[in-house]
C-alpha cells in the first residue's frame, strides 16, 4: 500500500529528553514530507523506560520496542526512533559508558543532573594526563510501513562515534550533558562551543541518525515506497 498524504509515516521519538529532540528533530525532518515526526510530549505521553540493559545497543532496542508496542495501534504504519549514548573515557577503563546519565552518586537514588555528572567526572579525572575519549551513539529503529505488497516491519541499529578528549574545566554555553567537557578532536572545540547546526554536522548522534536515515532510505527504495506525495501534482 503506498504512502500517500492521507497515510503518512510517524516516526516518533521513543524520548523524555527535550534536549535529545531539539538535536534529532531537524535530522528527521529532511527525510520526505510524507514522514510525520513527533515527540511523546506532543502526544501526551509521559513515559519513562528504565535502561536496564548493559549495551548501548541493547537500551536503545529496548526503549524503541516499547514506544513501538504502546502506538502501533495508534499509528498503522509508524517507526520508534530511539538512542542510547555514552561516554567512554579511557583512564577510566571505559566509564562511564552505558551509565553516562546516571554516573555521579546521588544520595536517596535521585537521578544525577547535567552538573552531577560533569562535576563528578572532572574529579575522577584530577591529576590525569591521559584525556582521551569518545562519544557513541547507537539508534535503534522499531517499525511498520506499507508496501505494495502489504505491510512490512522490521528493526534496525546503528551507530555513531566521535573521538576527542576531555578538557580540564567546562568550556562553553551551549549543548547539553557532557558537552562543556569533551573537545573534539576534528574541530579543536567543545561539543558547548558549537551551536545546534554546527553539532548537528558532525556528533556522534547525527553520524547514528544519518546512517539510520540511509538504512530507512534503502528500504523504502527496495519496498517501492515513494518518497513524495503521490497525489501531490507539480
Known amino acids: 500500500m503506498p504512502a500517500t498524504a492521507e497515510n503518512r509515516i510517524t516516526i516518533v521519538l521513543a524520548t523524555a529528553n527535550r534536549d535529545k529532540v531539539k538535536e534529532l528533530r531537524p ?3 529532511t527525510i520526505s514530507p510524507l514522514f510525520n515526526v513527533v515527540t511523546l510530549q506532543e502526544l501526551g505521553m509521559e513515559v519513562e523506560i528504565e535502561e536496564t540493559e548493559e549495551t548501548l545497543e541493547g537500551n536503545a532496542l529496548l526503549k524503541a520496542r516499547a514506544i ?3 502506538l502501533s495501534e495508534r499509528f498503522p504504519y509508524m517507526i520508534a526512533l530511539a538512542d542510547d549514548t555514552g561516554l567512554e573515557v579511557d583512564a577510566l577503563n571505559g566509564a562511564p559508558g552505558v551509565y553516562s546519565a546516571r554516573f555521579a552518586p546521588i544520595a536517596d537514588g535521585q537521578a544525577p543532573t547535567y552538573k552531577d555528572n560533569v562535576h ?3 574529579h575522577c579525572m584530577t ?3 591521559n584525556r582521551d575519549a569518545r562519544f557513541r551513539t547507537v539508534v535503534a ?3 511498520a ?3 505494495p505488497e502489504g505491510g512490512f516491519s522490521f528493526e534496525h541499529t546503528a551507530e555513531g562515534v566521535v573521538q576527542g578528549a576531555i578538557t580540564r574545566q567546562e ?3 551551549e549543548g547539553f550533558g557532557y558537552d562543556p567537557l569533551f573537545l573534539v578532536h576534528a574541530t579543536g572545540k567543545t561539543y558547548a562551543e558549537m551551536n545546534t547546526a554546527e553539532k548537528n554536522r558532525l556528533s556522534h548522534r547525527s553520524l547514528a541518525v544519518q546512517k ?3 538504512y530507512l532510505e534503502g528500504i523504502l527504495h527496495e519496498k517501492s515506497i515513494p518518497l513524495t506525495d503521490t497525489n501531490t501534482h507539480p
Open 212 to 214: 539510520a536515515i540511509l
Open 127 to 129: 591529576g590525569m594526563t
Open 141 to 143: 529503529l522499531k517499525g
Open 120 to 122: 563528578h567526572l572532572l
Open 68 to 70: 513501538f508496542a504502546l
Open 145 to 147: 510501513l506499507p508496501s
Open 171 to 173: 568550556q562553553g554555553d
Open 27 to 29: 535530522l528527521l525532518e
